[in-house]
């Protein structure tokens, strides 16, 4: 039944006007300039053990000009009855091609990630959002044609010792590629009157990792139903199933929650 749910997603997501607004990657767009954008993100995932694994992530966005956006995000997980902080993100995102046309464009940018963790290391899986030290390179091509949007992207990551007392494990590989890619159409509504009419996308993204010390890998099917309020507000829901996994991956299934809100035009 969840493959059959997932297929008919991805059926509607080809079938159906798009943004560049992904859940679970970044577009190569940026928010406007002079913008402030706030975002909390809750992720419930399935522990092999039958818990949810519960983690916060709110985040702060920033976009400086209309190539460069930065973002700091904090990173929060449940244990023991009560949210733990076990680190922080800082991300850089730089927009070096636009391609313009009438009713489409194609964009690239490159991106930069450091986090730190203070958390245990438990999975061959890399993360540097919500689990591990270390940092990530790469690059994003979105293109948008009329209703929809397709973007993919490529990364290397590095993960690095999560503070003295929990190192990372030498038996296990320290660096990944990353590669996703994510398509989406704009289900609601239409046709547009006006900036206050709710939007609702509808999307899938593929996401994998290979190690690159022990050839072991992964890859992710993700669909997601996106809400748009008087183009400001924003709420995500979505589901990731792994498809293919021959790592060691504590919590890979679960549902995703997000809500984002934007101050245009704020900063001098």
Same mark, same amino acid.
């Given at each position: 039944?969840?493959?059959?749910? $997932?297929?008919?997603?991805?059926? /509607? ?5 798009? *943004? ?52 700091? *995000?904090?990173?929060?997980? !449940? ?33 930069? =990630? ?13 993360? %540097?959002?919500?689990?591990? %030290? ?5 690059? /994003? ?5 009329? !209703? ?14 999560? %503070? ?15 590669? %996703? ?8 509504? !239409? ?17 994998? *990792? ?23 507000? =924003?709420?995500?829901?979505?589901? =990731?199933? *792994? ?13 995703? $929650? ?11």
């Amino acid at each position: 039944m969840r493959i059959l749910l $997932l297929f008919l997603c991805f059926q /509607i997501s080809l079938k159906s006007s798009a *943004q560049e607004l992904f859940v679970f990657t970044e577009p190569a767009s940026n928010m406007p300039a002079k913008s402030i954008g706030i975002r909390l993100m809750n992720s419930f995932m399935g522990n092999s053990d039958k818990t949810i694994n519960y983690h916060v992530m709110p985040e702060v966005m920033v976009g400086v000009n209309k190539k460069l956006m930065l973002h700091g *995000q904090s990173f929060l997980s !449940k244990r023991n009855n009560g949210l733990v902080a076990e680190g922080a993100s800082f991300y850089a995102k730089y927009r070096w091609l636009t391609v313009e046309d009438v009713h489409r464009h194609f964009r690239m940018a490159s991106f930069g =990630r450091y986090s730190f963790n203070n958390s245990d290391i438990h999975q061959d899986e890399i993360e %540097t959002v919500g689990h591990n %030290t270390g940092y990530e390179l790469g690059m /994003i091509a979105t293109q948008l044609i009329h !209703k929809y949007a397709y973007s993919s992207t490529v990364s290397f990551e590095q993960a690095q010792n999560n %503070t003295i007392v929990n190192k990372f494990p030498s038996n296990q590989s320290n660096q990944a590629i990353n590669y %996703t890619f994510s398509a989406g159409k704009l289900l609601l509504p !239409k046709e547009y009157t006006n900036y206050n009419q709710t939007n609702l996308n509808c999307m899938i993204e593929l996401l994998g *990792q290979s190690l690159l010390g022990n050839g072991k890998s992964y890859v992710d099917i993700a669909p997601s139903l996106q809400l748009i309020f008087n183009s400001v507000a =924003r709420l995500d829901i979505a589901y =990731r199933y *792994q498809i293919y996994s021959n790592m060691l991956r504590t919590a890979p299934n679960g549902l995703l $929650l997000k809500f984002e809100y934007n101050f245009f035009n704020i900063l001098k």
